[in-house]
Every structure is written in structure tokens, then in C-alpha cells.
């Protein structure tokens, strides 16, 4: 197996060869911080087939133990790293195909959002009835695509 990802931006890319290992979404507090979301999703990947292929994150040593890395360009967070560890955890939710790895396990419950389970209860927003601002969005999107590129930003865009 070989995934892809990187930030909204494009800025940091990465690849992973073979497995993610222990695909799982961390409840602490610490990771919600570090995401600015309720939980963080993440997955483990051998040095030896962990490289960056573009750019370089910026890191946040988060206790003397555990740096985090994230896009300095535009904010996403990409990495837990503990350098004592033979891997590197990415975020899960920055993988191309994030859809592809499925978590086995959640972990720190004592700060899990007290709602958590209700969520995909909530009612669901109806599409707006004018979609112009939608396809304006999407006609005009910064965001890197899914997907390897060999220039970005596209010279043809900028
Ligand atoms: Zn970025
Ligand atoms: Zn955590």
C-alpha cells in the first residue's frame, strides 16, 4: 500500500509506503488543541517509508517528549512525532484518500466530548436553494487537490 497526503495548501506533501499502523482517533486534550477539532485522527508510519515530497512542516514541541508538525503556510495540522519512536503518526484526515484507512480505536475517553455520540443524529442543513455562492467557491478553491502534483500553485492560475 502507498498513500499520499499533505496540507490544504499544498506547501508539505508526504508518502507512506506499506501500512498504517493503529489507525485510531485520540480524544485528549491536547489533540483537540492541536487540531482545533473534538478529536484527532492518527496513523503510524515507518520512518523508512515515511518521506516528505514537498516542502518541510513547521513543528510545535508539545511536551519535551511529542513535537507536532503542521504547515506553516496555512495551518494544517500534519504530524505527531515522538523522535524516541521507530514511526511517525500523520493526521489521518490529511491522507488523499482519508476515506481508505478506517480507525480500530479511540483513545484519552476522559475529555471525549460528552455529545460525542450524538452527532450523526443531528438534523442535516438542507442545500441552499441559490448554489452561486457554493459554485464560487469551488470556481475559485486554493486548496491542493487530492493528488501528486508537479507544480503548485498551476502557473496558469496565478
Ligand atoms: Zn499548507
Ligand atoms: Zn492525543
Redesign the pocket.
Known amino acids: 500500500m502507498s498513500a499520499a497526503g499533505g496540507?490544504?495548501?499544498?506547501?508539505?506533501r508526504y508518502r507512506a509506503e506499506g501500512e498504517i499502523g493503529y489507525p485510531h482517533v485520540c480524544h485528549c486534550r491536547m489533540c483537540q488543541k492541536a487540531a482545533g477539532n473534538y478529536f484527532m485522527p492518527l496513523g503510524g508510519v515507518m520512518r523508512k517509508d515515511f518521506t516528505l515530497t514537498r516542502g518541510a512542516p513547521s513543528w510545535f514541541q508539545s511536551s519535551h517528549l511529542v513535537r507536532r508538525g503542521f504547515?506553516g503556510?496555512?495551518g494544517?495540522p500534519l504530524f505527531y512525532d515522538a523522535p524516541e519512536a521507530p514511526f511517525i503518526n500523520i493526521t489521518l484526515g490529511s491522507l488523499d484518500d482519508p476515506a481508505a484507512v478506517q480507525p480500530v480505536m479511540q483513545s484519552n475517553l476522559e475529555n471525549r466530548m460528552p455529545w460525542s455520540h450524538l452527532l450523526p443524529d443531528l438534523p442535516v442543513e438542507p442545500p441552499p436553494e441559490d448554489d452561486s455562492r457554493e459554485q464560487g467557491i469551488a470556481r475559485s478553491a486554493c486548496q491542493h487537490p487530492d493528488h501528486d502534483t508537479e507544480t503548485w500553485p498551476p502557473e496558469t492560475s496565478r
Do not use: E
Not at 7 to 12: E, I, L, N, R, T
Open positions: 496540507c490544504q495548501c499544498g506547501a508539505v504547515c503556510q496555512c494544517t
